[in-house]
Each structure stands twice: as C-alpha cells, then as structure tokens.
C-alpha cells in the first residue's frame, strides 16, 4: 500500500471515531418510489437525524388496506462538516403493494433522545402499469423483473382437506450467490407437509420471452380446513446479489474489490388465492372428513389359537391425502374378546404430486370363549376429489378358530371390556424386599442426623455469604443483572399480552409480545432493546454459537408481531393464543441455548 493511500485510510478511520454530537432534532419518512405496480414491492424509510439509538418502536401508520408487510432493516450514517460529526439512523420497513388505487401513509411517529418527532404524510399510488421498479442493490440497482419469485398452486378450486401443492420458483438475471429464507408465508386455515423439491438444480427457463436462470426453492402440500376464500401470504428470500456501482470513488479499485458490490436484495412472491369448497351432501355414516384415495387391509398373525392367548390384529391404511388425519376405523370384535389400545405408526412419502403414505394400528386382541368366529370387514369412507363422490374402502373378513375352555368371567354381551389396567389390579404382590436393620448401641458419630444437625449452621453462613456477593454483583455487574431479570420480565410482558388477548386490542397484544422478544434478547445479550432488529439479533445469537433452529422460530415469532402490527389480518384469537406459546416456547429455548 502506498503511503498516500494509507495516509487516507487513517484519515478515514479518524473521522469514524469521531463522537457524535448533536440530538435528535428532525424525522423524516420517505418513499422509494410513489408509484408502484400492483404485488410490487416498495420501501417506506424513516429517518432520524442526529442519534444512533432509539427510545422506542417508532409507531407506523396502518397500511394493510392496499400494502401487505414484509419485513425492516436499518443502516446507520455518518457525516463530518465544520469540526462536527453527525449520525443519521434510518429504519426501512418493505411492503408489497396488495391493491390498486391512490392512497394516503400517515406520519410516522418516532422517540429519539429524548423527543417526540412526527414526520409529514405521504402519498402513493399503485397501478396495474407501473414499470419494473428497482429494489434496493446498492448503488447499482435490481430492477423487478431482473430478480423475482413465482408461487405457483396445482389447483385454484379444492375441497375442504384436498391436497393442493404450491410450488415456489425463483427467476433471476443477475448474479446470484445465495439466499436466506425470511419469511415463510402464514398458513392459518391450512395443514402443511414439506415436498421435497427436485434435484435438477438451476435450468434456463424462458419466461414471457426473457431467458432466465430459474429454481424450485420450495414445494408444499396444503390442506385446507374449512370453506372459504382463503389467501396463502408471501413468502420472502433475501438474496445476496452481485451488482456494479454506478459511481467510482477512492475504493473502487482491485484492492478493495473493483466496482462490484455484494448486497441483499428481499424479494417476495405474490400472494396466492385459492377458493375452497365444502364437501357435499350425502356423507356416509363411517365419513370422517378423509379426501383422496385410501385402501384399507386387516390380517391376523394367527388364525388357530386357544383361549386367553393374546393375538395381534393389524389395520393399515393407505393412499393418497392427508394420512396424518386417520383415525383409528371402528372394530367389530366380538364381545368376548378383550382389546387393547393399538400401537400407531405411520409413515409419510412427501412425493412429486403430492402426500401419500400409510398408517398401521396394531391392536393386542384375547378371546375369552372357544369356537369358530368371523371379525367383520373394516370400512374407510373417504371423498375422491377425482370423481367428486364419496367412496368407502373395505377390507376382507378374518376367520379365527377358538380351541379350549370358556373363561370363568367372560365379558357380558354389551358390557365394558377389561383393559391392562384392570388385569393389573387382580394381583397382589407379595412384599419380599429385605427390611432395614438398625445395630444396638451404634455411636451417635454414625448417624446421618447428628451431622445435618452440625452442618447447619455452617450451610446457613456459607448460603448468607453467597446472598449478598449475589447482591452486590447484581449492583456492580449490569451485564449480570440484565440476564438475571430477563426471565421475569418477559414472564410479567407475556402476563399483560395475555390480558390484551381480545380482537379489539389485537395491535396492542402484538405490540406488547414483541416488546417481551425484544427486551428477552436485549437482556441476554446486554444490548439496548430499542431499535434492535432482526439481522442484528440474527448476527449476535450466531456469535454467541446458538443454533439456527433456536434462532429461527424466535426470529419468525417477531416478524410476526410486525406483521399484525403493521398489516394486520383479521384477529383470531386462536391465533393470538398460538403467538404467545410459540413466544414462550421460543424464548425458553434461547434461554437454555445461550446458558
């Protein structure tokens, strides 16, 4: 390195250390375009002036009528004019326009230093025929249709737990060195299986007549649970795209990497809408809300047996759809046979169409009386989605033969079987343990309560010396403190979201569970809560060696409370339940990964 040019890199390093000074005296919020195309994206970036930190959440204008909420990032600048540095902190919260029209964002209100600051309204107009827009890619840019996810459902029109797989596909024509899932879409009304996405890897698609580098990134299995319209959310990708800076300044050059800049870019897809029908009339007595193809198929391990020898009896179900959702088929055991709760397995192929498998219940079976008996088939009614009927698969009858006498208590006819608990109690063990013997005349010194006795009061010292170095590190060490009280206080904040949990204050129930993920982490982690967001959080857990999977469902559980503060759906309180143990659960696993 030549000495000019360490010459200014030591300048550089000198004015970022310089302090910063000045409060916080304006906020202004901006957009990144005003006119968006219908399920493009588009950036509102608030900016505070003359702080690094946060008093608080800034608190954001509802916009769910015309945009759906994707997710924030923040950035931090620094600037030096006449002697004196200054610190701009800018928060940008992604959105992807949802409806059609010319619509008012309120201010923005923000805490900072101190002050209460409330930025001007804004306008934004989304239209059909808005052109590419360019997302956030440093200084060069990705424009829309360069870089793009598709979701893509089998059907549009299903039944109410018929199988509809969503395939997700990504589109590029940039350079693309990886990707991140950020946000998987919200799938409330539907049952879930993972597909697994093919092994072809990246092909060259041609897409309205462009030529693009293309991949599945994900391929689900949706059951719906109930009629309806129902909307599948966005799911988003932050990419890390190589793109060229427009400009080129003292670090443009191939000590520092040449004009190529590597940068994340979120992308969304559109959301999906699937119309789901109820099942039809005409339901048979045995329907259990099965939709598919099923086979049902009994055997007995034998067919010749004596009285009070236990037998297996095997049902195993299977076929294509929801096999999860089996229940176990009624039997027509005679009623002197006694039968035991089965054993259940199952095992589910996720496959390039769809969900099929099987599922095994294993029942123990004692007949109690001799003779020739006949178990009668066993029926599965189901709905065909292919042929729109109802339909009832049934198994082949089993025939036992009985050999030797009849039990001295059979079960009555209609009466209660005996079950394993029952055989349980007709015994009674005799005690045959060795009983505890105690010498005569044994010394005092032996004894175990002499010496509890004389170690008590040296453990009451021992544990008050203890107590107060506890105490006065707690005074001297925050760091200890923060972690010491992090549990409490996310218990007290979950208490008062729980007393929020009503649809009226849904906003303010997520508000609060967002404020217990925040402060549970800023706590662990000796971090100030406010303004933390979530690739900080992500940067700091995995320094501190915590996993992905603890990371990931704590990060989502504060993505959505975003999502319902910022573009709520409408409340469910069901869903509000969920949100608060997924939130306890999340944060008791953090809290064992980082001990």
């Known amino acids: 390195m030549t000495f000019p040019r360490r010459l200014a890199t030591l300048a550089l390093l000198g ?90 964002i309120g201010p923005v209100t923000v805490a900072a230093s101190g002050q209460t600051l409330t930025t001007e309204p804004l306008t934004i107009r989304v239209t059909t025929s808005a052109a590419a827009t360019t997302r956030s890619g440093g200084d060069g840019g990705v424009a829309s249709d360069e870089l793009f996810i598709t979701a893509t459902p089998s059907k549009r029109t299903v039944y109410v737990n018929e199988s509809v797989t969503v395939e997700y596909r990504i589109f590029t024509r940039v350079n693309v060195d990886g990707y991140n899932l950020t946000r998987q879409p919200g799938t409330a009304g539907f049952w879930v299986e993972e597909l697994a996405t093919p092994q072809a890897g990246v092909e ?42 427009r400009s080129r300044g003292f670090f443009d050059d191939p000590f520092f990497g040449g004009g190529l800049s590597r940068t994340p870019v979120e992308i969304a897809s559109d959301p999906v809408e699937i119309e789901v029908l109820a099942l039809p009339a005409g339901q048979p007595p045995s329907f259990t809300g099965l939709v598919g193809q099923f086979d049902v198929a009994t055997s007995i391990d034998r067919t010749d047996v004596d009285t009070n020898d236990a037998l297996t ?18 039997l027509g055991f005679p009623t002197n046979f006694e039968v035991y709760p089965p054993d259940v397995t199952e095992l589910v192929e996720p496959s390039g169409e769809g969900v099929r498998g099987r599922k095994v219940f294993e029942y123990v079976v004692v007949p109690r009386a001799p003779g020739d008996v006949s178990i009668p088939p066993v029926e599965l009614a189901y709905f065909d989605s292919d042929t729109d009927a109802y339909a009832v698969a049934t198994s082949a009858p089993l025939s036992l033969r009985i050999a030797g006498d009849a039990d001295d208590a059979p079960s009555a006819p209609g009466g209660r079987r005996r079950t394993s608990i029952d055989a349980q109690q007709d015994i009674r063990f005799i005690r045959i343990a060795v009983p505890a013997f105690r010498p005569i005349g044994a010394s005092v010194l032996r004894s175990p309560a002499f010496w509890a006795v004389l170690m008590t009061p040296w453990l009451a010292v021992a544990g008050a010396v203890a107590t107060r170095r506890h105490q006065d590190r707690l005074r001297g060490d925050v760091a200890y403190a923060r972690r010491r009280r992090a549990s409490r206080v996310a218990k007290q904040r979950l208490a008062k979201a729980e007393s929020l ?33 979530r690739d900080e959080i992500r940067s700091h857990l995995t320094a501190r060696g915590v996993s992905e999977e603890v990371i990931a469902p704590y990060l989502t559980c504060l993505e959505d409370c975003d999502r319902q503060r910022f573009a709520p759906i409408e409340p469910d309180p069901t869903a509000m339940q969920d949100m608060l143990t997924r939130a306890g659960q999340a944060m008791t696993d953090l809290d064992q990964a980082l001990s």
Request: charge should be neutral.
């Open 15 to 104: 004015l970022l250390c310089l302090p910063a000074s000045g409060l916080a005296q304006t906020a202004r919020a901006y957009l990144s375009e005003n006119e968006v195309g219908l399920n493009q994206q588009f950036v509102l970036n608030l900016e505070i002036a003359g702080t690094q930190q946060l008093d608080a959440d800034p608190t954001l204008p509802d916009l769910s009528a015309f945009a759906a909420y994707l997710g924030s990032g923040t950035s931090t600048s620094m600037q030096m004019a006449n002697g004196r540095t200054s610190v701009t902190l800018t928060i940008q919260y992604q959105f992807q326009a949802t409806a059609e029209g010319t619509f008012d």
């Open 204 to 245: 060259q698609v041609v897409r309205n007549g462009v030529q693009y580098a293309s991949s599945v990134i994900r391929r689900v299995a949706l059951f719906p649970t109930s009629a309806g319209s129902k909307t599948l959310e966005p799911l988003t990708i932050e990419a890390q795209v190589r793109v060229r800076r």
């Open 313 to 330: 009896f095997r049902l195993e179900v299977t076929g294509t759809g929801n096999i999860r959702t089996v229940a176990a088929p009624e």
């Open 501 to 533: 949990r009503s649809p009226e204050q849904h906003r303010a129930f997520h508000a609060e569970v967002g404020r217990a993920l925040h402060g549970f982490v800023g706590d662990k982690l000796n971090l100030a809560e406010a303004g933390l967001v």
